[in-house]
């Protein structure tokens, strides 16, 4: 069985737990694929801890959850030093950040002190305490939630935290019939206990996987056209100078890098060994929403990133 095979009959066992959120399922996976981190915004109750869970299931790895508090400590997260009296040393104890899979729940509710002791590890793959410097796993993935109903007590992402997540994923709730399916699930579960797992992954196979979205072909206008939607939220006058009034800052060059892998990887996960606009345009608005600021005209107009990225592709000319 190809390794494409396998991711796709993956995609549809945890499609089967995590009824009516094929869109976080695939965003998983892709996070995954291209080796980037997870922000998921969602009311409560929507799966988004159910799914990394069912995900680390499948994943030969070890998982850890952290829930951020407003009084967690940056320590809790990255680790300390422990004093041996036995030998007279100090001996760095590892903090659950060095887990392949890591679970950030409520990632807004944790003060800015802890937040930023994620910036290191999830963009440079290391933790420093100290003096020293301790590499994280090869397979390291974090996705964080956040819940946008309540404000009391949170504390917004920085900028430069946002950056770092590959994508920004919001869900909502499930349709009618996906609700019904939900319960049956709920009730079999209940009975008769949650069914193993008959996909396991290796670390191995997910590095070949990796290595093998790198390889799918992107033609020339294709990238071309990549490139035209990204310089659009930096400098979108010469479209529509109603979207100039409306942007603060475009995406920076990571989100070029990151909408590059994620078209790739979503090609590759729809089992095609190209690229197509149609896979940078579904992309965009995840790898893109909390990469470009609005100005306070646009929030005033009632205007969203997403409502301004919609406009932008349908001003830039997709490619040929």
């Not at 988004?48 to 790895?61: I, M, N, P, S, Y």
Request: proline share 5%.
């Amino acid at each position: 069985m190809s390794l494409q095979q396998t991711f796709g009959d993956l995609r549809a066992q945890l499609a089967k737990r995590i009824i009516g959120q094929d869109k976080l399922v695939d965003r998983l996976l892709i996070a995954l694929l291209a080796d980037g981190h997870l922000l998921v915004e969602g009311a409560p109750g929507l799966a988004k801890t159910t799914a990394v869970k069912a995900l680390a299931d499948h994943l030969e790895g070890d998982f850890h959850r952290i829930q951020f508090t407003p009084d967690l400590l940056p320590s809790d997260v990255t680790g300390s030093e422990i004093y041996r009296a036995e030998t007279g040393t100090f001996e760095f104890q590892r903090g659950p950040i060095f887990h392949n899979l890591v679970l950030a729940d409520e990632i807004n509710r944790a003060p800015a002190k802890v937040q930023s002791a994620l910036l290191e590890a999830m963009g440079e793959r290391q933790i420093s305490v100290g003096m020293r410097t301790f590499p994280l796993p090869k397979l390291f993935m974090v996705m964080a939630t956040q819940n946008p109903i309540e404000q009391e007590g949170t504390y917004p992402l920085p900028e430069a935290q946002l950056d770092r997540f590959l994508m920004h994923v919001v869900i909502d709730y499930p349709s009618a019939d996906a609700e019904r399916e939900i319960l049956h699930l709920a009730r079999s579960d209940y009975r008769q206990g949650i069914p193993n797992v008959d996909i396991r992954l290796t670390q191995e196979q997910v590095m070949a996987a990796r290595q093998a979205v790198s390889d799918i072909y992107m033609a020339e206008p294709v990238e071309q056209y990549l490139l035209a939607l990204i310089l659009a939220t930096r400098d979108a006058a010469t479209l529509d100078p109603e979207l100039a009034r409306w942007t603060a800052f475009g995406a920076s060059p990571r989100g070029t890098i990151a909408l590059d892998r994620c078209a790739r990887a979503l090609a590759w996960l729809d089992g095609r060994d190209y690229v197509t606009p149609d896979d940078v345009q579904t992309m965009a608005y995840d790898v893109l929403r909390h990469r470009i600021l609005l100005t306070f005209e646009a929030e005033a107009e009632g205007m969203t990133a997403d409502s301004v990225l919609q406009r932008l592709i349908d001003r830039v000319p997709v490619a040929a």
